[in-house]
């Protein structure tokens, strides 16, 4: 096979269900994200932060953001108003640098192709997640969406990932899930399914995903369908 390539391959018919965290491994939402802190920052007088500093923090959700952008601890009063007014300004421009991984639309092909279903499980609330995999034309591909308010509690408890495989009608040894963060891992783990890092996406200088206990690390979104091909679920 040629570098780069996609197997298209039988995958192991065990295999039943894909699912895919949000943000940092599906889409590379990082640069929307990046401006609606900014934005929030330049409301109060503050410059922008580069976006190196804020990229490793995105998959971590809104309150990490204002925790990088303003310090101070989530008990302070104005924490919780900048963190309603950075989803506020990001719900305005949800998908204008957003965009897939660059390989994650093949691969989405060829889990289809294989016959595999594949949803999405995102601790991002389901008022933006809606409307962002509309905006990136997967609302009417993806199987499953479990959102953050979907059920509780949130990753890196097991629920929501348990709560998508009973609703895909699967056993969670079935299932395979893929996220770029240490607690998509411990869900994954803990609800019984396979797991694999998504190292393409927003892991900091501090992360460490070889301590992390998932069943591999892929360097980009073949890696997933390379998995899959493995026999390996």
Same mark, same amino acid.
């Given at each position: =096979?040629?570098p780069?390539? $996609?197997?298209?391959g039988?995958?192991?018919?065990q295999?039943? &269900? $894909?699912l895919?965290?949000?943000d940092?491994t599906? !889409?590379?939402?990082?640069p929307?994200l990046?401006?609606?802190?900014n934005?929030?920052r330049a409301?109060?007088?503050l410059?922008?932060?580069p976006?190196?500093?804020?990229?490793?923090?995105?998959?971590?959700? @809104?309150?990490a953001?204002?925790r990088l952008?303003?310090g101070?601890?989530?008990?302070?009063? +104005?924490f919780e108003r900048?963190?309603?007014r950075?989803?506020? $300004?990001?719900r305005e421009? &949800?998908?204008?640098?957003?965009?897939l991984?660059?390989? =994650?639309a093949?691969?989405l092909?060829?889990?289809?192709?294989?016959g595999?279903?594949w949803?999405v499980v995102t601790?991002?609330p389901?008022?933006?997640?809606?409307?962002?995999?509309? @905006?990136l034309?997967?609302d009417?591909?993806?199987?499953?969406?479990?959102?953050?308010?979907t059920?509780?509690?949130?990753?890196?408890?097991p629920?929501?990932?348990?709560?998508?495989? +009973?609703? !895909?009608?699967?056993e969670?040894?079935q299932?395979?899930?893929v996220g +770029?963060a240490?607690r998509?891992?411990?869900?994954g783990?803990? #609800?019984g =399914?396979h797991t694999l890092? !998504?190292?393409?996406?927003? &892991?900091g200088a501090d992360?460490n995903?070889?301590a992390w206990?998932a069943?591999?690390i892929? +360097?980009q979104? #073949?890696?997933?369908l390379?998995?899959?091909?493995g026999?390996?679920?």
């Amino acid at each position: =096979m040629k570098p780069g390539a $996609v197997n298209t391959g039988a995958a192991s018919p065990q295999c039943r &269900l $894909v699912l895919l965290d949000l943000d940092g491994t599906l !889409a590379d939402s990082g640069p929307d994200l990046a401006h609606a802190l900014n934005a929030v920052r330049a409301e109060e007088g503050l410059p922008a932060l580069p976006y190196a500093r804020i990229r490793p923090q995105v998959s971590h959700g @809104a309150r990490a953001l204002i925790r990088l952008g303003f310090g101070g601890r989530e008990t302070e009063p +104005d924490f919780e108003r900048r963190r309603q007014r950075l989803l506020n $300004v990001y719900r305005e421009k &949800l998908c204008v640098h957003t965009k897939l991984f660059p390989g =994650m639309a093949e691969v989405l092909d060829g889990i289809e192709r294989l016959g595999i279903r594949w949803g999405v499980v995102t601790n991002k609330p389901a008022w933006l997640t809606g409307p962002l995999l509309a @905006a990136l034309r997967l609302d009417k591909r993806v199987a499953f969406v479990v959102s953050g308010d979907t059920v509780a509690p949130r990753k890196p408890h097991p629920n929501p990932l348990l709560h998508a495989a +009973d609703t !895909a009608g699967v056993e969670p040894a079935q299932c395979v899930y893929v996220g +770029d963060a240490e607690r998509d891992v411990q869900a994954g783990r803990a #609800a019984g =399914m396979h797991t694999l890092v !998504a190292a393409f996406g927003y &892991l900091g200088a501090d992360d460490n995903p070889r301590a992390w206990g998932a069943d591999a690390i892929i +360097d980009q979104p #073949a890696g997933i369908l390379a998995w899959l091909n493995g026999g390996k679920c």
